[in-house]
């Protein structure tokens, strides 16, 4: 399929697995642009479907549609590599705090205590938890109480 090559919106649908619902979506967000119409359809450049798999890519590692947004001109991507190692960097911080949850829960499956409540590794799970917990919440507010 040759980048001069132009795909309706079904076509574009059908190749990337992505709703059309979601294209017109990407459109108005201005992650991708149509060429023009074929009757009611949407037309796109074949070099979509790449641009389309870029934001499936950064969607799965946890980008923002915005911030892939700002990768992307309408004619280019322009992938910004110190936020690509910042990204890697948070995913790190994830994976090592996945891997102590994992591992906790591990423990607390072959405690030998009577109750999961009397081991000491779960309730120290349940505390980092419940504050994790708090600390997401209180994030989510910052944006709100600031804009006053």
């Known amino acids: ?12 649908s059908r190749h990337s697995g ?3 619902s979601t294209l017109r979506f990407y459109e108005e967000k201005g992650l991708i642009i149509s060429v023009g119409r074929q ?8 070099n979509v ?7 499936a890519l ?6 923002s549609l915005d911030e892939i947004g700002a990768m992307f001109t309408p004619q280019n991507v322009d992938i910004d ?6 990204k890697a960097a948070e995913l790190d911080q994830n994976i090592q705090h996945l891997i102590a949850m994992r591992d906790g829960l591990v423990h607390a499956a072959h405690c030998p205590e009577p109750t999961l409540f009397e ?3 779960f309730l120290k799970i349940l ?3 419940g504050k994790a917990k708090v600390k997401q919440e209180k994030q989510k507010k910052k944006p709100l109480q600031s804009g006053g």
């Open 1 to 12: 399929m040759s980048n001069n090559q132009t795909l309706d919106i079904a076509e574009v």
């Open 18 to 20: 992505v709703p059309a």
């Open 49 to 55: 479907l790449q641009r389309l798999e870029l934001i």
């Open 81 to 86: 590599k110190k936020l690509l190692l910042e």
């Open 39 to 46: 009757g009611l359809r949407r037309l796109f450049q074949a």
């Open 127 to 129: 505390r980092i938890t």
């Open 58 to 63: 950064g969607q799965n590692v946890g980008f």
């Open 119 to 121: 081991c000491p590794k």
